[in-house]
């Protein structure tokens, strides 16, 4: 069973590209309201499950340069 993290993360990639990035700004804003110290503790558990997810064969690393090939190829 998915967790609600999961599940309301599908939801959420479902908006539309506007609803997602003004989400986004509002989330990333409310990060500024965390210490230093607890925006670093953030990072780092998240950075180890990813590298997690990756170990574990759940997800396929991209490399950069694919990644930034893709997001120019929006831009235009």
């Given at each position: 069973?998915?967790?609600?993290l ?7 990639l ?10 986004a700004?509002?989330?990333l ?7 230093d110290e607890?925006?670093e503790?953030?990072w780092?558990?998240?950075a ?29």
């Amino acid at each position: 069973m998915p967790h609600k993290l999961e599940t309301l993360e599908a939801q959420l990639l479902r908006l539309p590209g506007e609803e997602r990035a003004r989400l986004a700004r509002t989330l990333l804003l409310s990060l500024d309201e965390e210490s230093d110290e607890e925006t670093e503790r953030i990072w780092a558990a998240e950075a180890e499950r990813r590298f997690q997810e990756i170990q574990r064969g759940e997800v396929t690393p991209i490399p950069s340069e694919e990644v930034f090939r893709e997001a120019r190829s929006r831009l235009r």
